[in-house]
């Protein structure tokens, strides 16, 4: 007899580069279609490195109700917004049909940050004969912002207007941890189902790499330099990388018990099977650590009782930094061997909290079409990365298990096991 807290994913949505919408980020990974662009407002700025990942072609009117909930919103607040209404309506879920004590959001965000000409009143407010008066912030900032400003930048206020939005009065958090931030969201999401505190979550992340004041306090160093070729700009695992690109993206997910999604009749997308998460010591001139990845697919494999050979392949991090991908692709090998690797991150680029969510919707999307995606500009084999990286045209999946990684600069590595829906 099947466990109640079986926990299955029946919807997805996603605001990506490549689209409003699941569908059209599928096509664009089956098309090679790259999503980064040379970004001419980011050029205009004389910044060396003008290329991004950015979403072209949203309305947040489409999507927001109350409209008026606009004036408390930051762009990612919108479109995380946006993802779990796309994802509820992928699920066919109509929230009024839910205990509203057994409905919750567990959603992943960066900090935000507001654009710096918001603040310019505020500053010239402070300055004095060309120097800058600290004691006159706080009575300059209360004058010059409206009363409600920071309910724009709060990052847990994602899962609030989602919360709000479905009357969802169950378990409810917000997980700031780089780019984890998107899977542990859905991992803890799960876990609160598997608890039997609720029957249904909605869960995701938001991230927005491309806003000014994150750009300045990240710095470049990870950033490729192909402003002259920006289709070709990221490539994982290759030997010819030279970094990655700064996003934008947003996923969500209804994740139910199996039996409340049954009840229902609602169509099952996949099984999360297994997940783990891990932390490992990070050196300063490390990006991540080898062996707490080790410890992640290790861990979500025990989890689910499978076996290596059970696999059908790995959505990876992918981040395609010379001192990152390394060590990802050593930890692979090392306990998976050479199962097909992809890395979608070629696309979209390295869009923050969004990243290991959107990551996920392209597994459950892979499991759902039979096929991996290619690795775009996966050219040049680079022996420091012993993985089998699918690249030329899609690769079939030889089993109905796919896993999915992520990391943080910080450390913190987490893995999630999907299986295909078999009911």
Known sequence: MESPREVVITGVGVI?????GKAPLWQGLTEGRSGVRSLEWLAETGTPIHLGAEITGFNPKEYVRPRK???VMSVEIQHGY?????????AGLDPATVDPNRLGV???ADMLYCHPEELSPVYRRCVEDGEFDFSRFGPAAMKELFPLWMLLYLPNMVACHIGISVDGRGPTNTITLGEVSGMLSVIEAADVIRRGHADVMIAGGVGNRLSPTPMVYRGEWHLSRRND?????????DADRDGTVRGQAAAAFVLESREHARRRGARVLARIAGSASRFGRVPESVATSTRAIQQSIAGALEGSATNVSDVGGVIAHGMATREHDPLEAAAIHSVLKDVPVTAPKSFYGNSGAA???IDLAVAVMALTEGRLPVTLNYETPDPACPVKVVHGEPAPLTSSRLLTLSQSTS???AAMLLEVNEA
């Open 106 to 108: 567990v959603f992943g």
């Open 355 to 357: 990243c290991s969510a």
């Open 411 to 413: 450390g913190q590595a």
């Open 229 to 237: 070729d920006p289709a070709r700009a990221v490539r994982p695992f």
């Open 16 to 20: 990506s580069p490549l689209g409003i």
């Open 82 to 90: 946006a993802a779990a209404v796309l994802a509820r309506e992928d």
């Open 69 to 71: 909930a606009l004036k």
